[in-house]
Nanobody, 119 residues
Framework: QVQLMESGGGLVQPGGSLRLSCATSGTIWSGVLMGWYRQVPGKQREWIASIAPTGYSTYADSVRGRFTISRDDAKFSVALQMDNLTPEDTATYYC?????????????WGQGMQVTVSS
C-alpha cells in the first residue's frame, strides 16, 4: 500500500516562507513524475508545480519565481519551497505521485495540508 505523507503546512505572515514535504511509503520506484496541487473551498484543485524524473520542473504562472519544487529520489520524496507568500496562496496543498512519467487518474495523492497566509 503506497501512502504519501505531507508535512510543513501552517500559518505564515505575508512575505514569509514555508517548505512543504511529501514522503512516500510502500513499494515504489523513484523514476516517476511528482507534483503539487492546491485547492480552496468552492474551487477546483489547481496544479502548481511538477518535477520529472530528470529534475525538469514546471510551474503555474501564479507561483513561478516564488515557489521551487525539488525531489529526493533516495528518500522517495518531493518538496515545495514557497517564498514571498501572499494571502492568495492560502489553500489546502496536496502532493501527487504518478505511477509513471505522466499523470494518470490512478495516481497517488497525499491527504492534504492547510497553508494559511495571514497577518
Amino acid at each position: 500500500q503506497v501512502q504519501l505523507m505531507e508535512s510543513g503546512g501552517g500559518l505564515v505572515q505575508p512575505g514569509g516562507s514555508l517548505r512543504l514535504s511529501c514522503a512516500t511509503s510502500g513499494t515504489i520506484w523513484s523514476g516517476v513524475l511528482m507534483g503539487w496541487y492546491r485547492q480552496v473551498p468552492g474551487k477546483q484543485r489547481e496544479w502548481i508545480a511538477s518535477i520529472a524524473p530528470t529534475g525538469y520542473s514546471t510551474y503555474a504562472d501564479s507561483v513561478r519565481g516564488r515557489f521551487t519544487i525539488s525531489r529526493d529520489d533516495a528518500k522517495f520524496s518531493v518538496a515545495l519551497q514557497m517564498d514571498n507568500l501572499t494571502p492568495e496562496d492560502t489553500a489546502t496543498y496536496y502532493c501527487r505521485r504518478a505511477k509513471g512519467r505522466t499523470w494518470d487518474i490512478s495516481d497517488y495523492w497525499g491527504q492534504g495540508m492547510q497553508v494559511t497566509v495571514s497577518s
